[in-house]
C-alpha cells in the first residue's frame, strides 16, 4: 500500500464510509467551508471529503429514520431546519464536486463517486420524508413548475401518492 | 475512529449482470426488488418507470433539483414496505467538466442487515457487506461483466452502495458516465 493511501480514508476498490458520522472522523464543520481561491478551484483533503460524505450520509439517514420510519409528529418548524440543513450539504456536496478533489492512486474515482453518491442519497432521503423540498414537474411532461411549503406537506412522512400516469 | 476497511477485488470479476436470474428463489425481497427495479434496467430512469408501474409502485410528485430530477414511488412486495426512487442529471466533475450520472435506489422500511451479502455477489464481491456502516463498490460493465475499475476518474462505472440500518436500509446502484469534454 502507497503512503498516499494511507491518507486514503475510500482506499481500496471498494470504498468504505461510516454512514453515521459518528465514529470520531474530523469533518467539515458545515458553516466554514474551505475558503475559495479566486484563481484555482478548491481544494480539499481526504479528511474534508470523508468528513463532509459521512455528514451527509448520516444525515440522509437520520431523515428516513425519523420521518420515514416513524411518520407523524414532526412541527413546521422542524421540518424547515432539517430542509434547510439538507439544501445547505447539498450545496456544499456540488461545490466539492466543483473543486480539485484528491486522487486516489490505488482506484481513482473514490472521492468523487462518495460525493455523488451522497448528494443523491441526500436528495432522496429528503425527498422521501416530506421535509418540503421544491417539487415541480419536467417542463419537458409537459407540466407548469409548482412547490408547496412545510406547512402544505401532509406529515406521514411521504409526498402525497400518485398512481403512475401519462405524465411519466 | 472505525478502522477503514479494505477488501481487494478477488473475485470481482466476470460476474454478469443477468447472473441472478429472476427465478432464483432463495434470494430475499430486498435484493429481488433491487434486481428487478435497478440492475435489470440498468438504473435507466424509463426503465425503472416500467419496472416500478409493473410493481404497482405509487408515485410521488417528480423534483427537480439544479439538474438533476428525482421520482420516488412506495411499493409493497412480499409484505415489505419499500421506497424505489430514480434520478437522473448531471454534476459538476471539477471546475470546468460535467458528467451525466443516473441513480436507482431502493429502500426497505425493515432490517435488512441479514440480506445483505446478495449485493456483494451481485457486485462480483467475495466479502459480505459491513453491516454498521456504509459500504460501496465501484466496478466496470463490460458486456455483461462486472470488472474492475480502470482507475481513470474520467471512465464510465459503476457504484453500488449500501447503507444498512436497524430500522432503515438503502441500496444504491449509480451509473457514472464518462466526463463530457
Known sequence: ?168 | MRSVQVLFCLSCLLVPFGAWAADDVDVSPFFGTFKTMCADTRADPDAVVKAVSGAGGLASAPVKVDNTIAKEWRISIGGRVMLVSSSAGKSPAGAHRERQIIDCEITSLNDERANLADFAKWAGVGSEPDTSSATSYAFQEREGAHLANTGNDSDEHWVLAIHPGERVTTVQLMHVMAVAP
Open chain 1, 1 to 168: 500500500m502507497s503512503s498516499d493511501d494511507d491518507d486514503n480514508p475510500f482506499h481500496g476498490l471498494y470504498q468504505f464510509f461510516a454512514g453515521s458520522g459518528n465514529d470520531g472522523t474530523p469533518s467539515i464543520p458545515v458553516s466554514d467551508p474551505p475558503a475559495k481561491n479566486s484563481s484555482a478551484p478548491t481544494s480539499y483533503t481526504p479528511a474534508q471529503v470523508k468528513g463532509l460524505v459521512d455528514e451527509a450520509n448520516g444525515f440522509a439517514t437520520d431523515l428516513y429514520n425519523r420521518y420515514v420510519v416513524t411518520p407523524g409528529g414532526h412541527t413546521a418548524a422542524e421540518k424547515a431546519k432539517d430542509l434547510a440543513r439538507a439544501q445547505q450539504l447539498q450545496g456544499q456536496l456540488s461545490q466539492m464536486l466543483q473543486g480539485a478533489l484528491p486522487q486516489s492512486t490505488a482506484t481513482g474515482q473514490n472521492y468523487e463517486n462518495n460525493i455523488h453518491g451522497a448528494s443523491d442519497y441526500l436528495l432522496h432521503a429528503a425527498v422521501n420524508s416530506g421535509i418540503g423540498w421544491h417539487v415541480q414537474i419536467p417542463e419537458a411532461a409537459g407540466g407548469a413548475a409548482f412547490g408547496f411549503d412545510n406547512n402544505e406537506l401532509p406529515d406521514s412522512g411521504l409526498v402525497p401518492p400518485q398512481k403512475i400516469g401519462p405524465l411519466y
